[in-house]
DNA sequence: ATTAAAACATGATAATTATCATCTTAAAAA
DNA sequence: TTTTTAAGATGATAATTATCATGTTTTAAT
């Protein structure tokens, strides 16, 4: 009973219960969820799932940040978003009923919780207010994924890589040296902008050299977040 | 009273009820639906919505093929996404209570049903089997405009070309002289693969000269589809 | 029917980006 | 600690793709 009090406690207080389309659960929903979910530790590098991996439920997110992305035949991974705390992963292939369309790998270890599909469907059909957030959240991955695509076409690579510092400054903020808090290689960079991790580097350069950004080791710090912005409108 | 049952009709056996998610609605849903619902024609050129306006409702396609896209800084116009009849249209942007990411246009001249946003709600709250089709429908998207985005940087314009006419022909069949039935002008085609113009052009006469595909006026007719579909893969 | 405009086509050239090679530095393994 | 491996960096060069110029054909408008 004492357990079960401290797991409920624990799903309840998730910061995936506050931020993903569960906040919309009820009391005795979180506690049914509780009972059903599985939690896992995974180390930065490892898998989540793999593309073609049959994965039977969505994982969330509880800490770290992982990436989804899609190996090409000629051995580089495009990286298609990148999901931190709070965020639900593998919606899209439950809903649709088909094995991975990417592979899930950690870029900083990671703690997430499995939920099987059977208990998501029956959110799904039960709870009105869940299926709208669900809904809308795989509505708001549509939405971006239809921009990147238009921005990968029209943007130069240097443009691209402009935003996608911004973006990442956004969205996981910096540490106290003010450099990024996501730590990418190069290549992972490469990956999410879509270019040879070469280009990166030498474009990494050259904004360092324009005093755009600073190169602290591997390390990024914006400097001229005006500068950038206007170099990735236009 | 006579007139109503003839509305109905309409509806009930719209081909937009029997290939999109409409197609769960009851027989007194589609009463209410067809009691709602407004019909438009669209001239080829002219626009269903454009991007930035509120929409507050879906369209349904009835008949003729339409696209959505986005105008870039450069006047380049990226098309995302065509339609055909069956399907439905600003179901994203109404669902994530936002203006129209999108333009869409008819490509060839078009008969649109517009279903108010009201109905949707409706129908999505109080249809199980309606909001998964919807949602399914929206994942769908996902998946596409995802793996479209990876072909866009792991892929040449080479290689997207001769993808998208094996789309095209997939997708919308030929006519009786095995030309792609979608007339598309080579400006949109380049907008589809995301090039210039005069690349897709240029690509378009080197296929031609290869046997690949044959240059009939200005429609085309596929030749060596397995040849295409290698060219494609790697 | 004639004119104007749009779409198609192709050459020449420039710009962008990828690839290969090599080197340095940092991190991990022995 | 030493050795090995991975990540980062930069130059040289090749490949891809865009842009500009110009001409032809087709379509639409007067």
Do not use: W
Request: hydrophobic share 40%; net charge positive.
């Amino acid at each position: 009973m004492q357990q079960t009090t401290i797991v409920m406690n624990k799903c309840d207080q998730c910061i995936v219960r506050q931020l993903s389309s569960l906040k919309a659960l009820s009391k005795e929903e979180v506690i049914k969820l509780a009972g059903s979910k599985t939690t896992y530790k995974i180390k930065k590098g490892e898998a989540i799932f793999e593309e073609g991996e049959v994965t039977n439920g969505v994982f969330c997110v509880k800490d770290g940040v992982g990436k989804l992305s899609k190996l090409s035949a000629n051995g580089k991974d495009q990286i298609v978003k990148l999901v931190k705390s709070g965020e639900l992963l593998g919606q899209r292939s439950m809903i649709s009923n088909e094995p991975a369309n990417l592979t899930a790998k950690a870029i900083a270890d990671m703690e997430v919780c499995f939920i099987p599909k059977s208990e998501i469907i029956n959110f799904f059909n039960s709870n009105n207010q869940f299926s709208l957030n669900l809904m809308q959240s795989v509505c708001e991955d549509l939405k971006e994924s239809e921009n990147e695509k238009i921005a990968l076409v029209q943007k130069t690579v240097k443009q691209r890589l402009a935003e996608t510092l911004l973006h990442l400054h956004d969205e996981f903020g910096e540490d106290k040296d003010q450099t990024l808090k996501v730590q990418l290689t190069r290549e992972e960079l490469a990956g999410i902008i879509g270019t040879a991790t070469e280009s990166c580097i030498r474009l990494l350069s050259d904004f360092n050299k324009l005093g755009l950004i600073e190169l602290v080791g591997k390390k990024i710090k914006l400097k001229d977040v005006r500068a950038l912005k206007k170099l990735a409108e236009n």
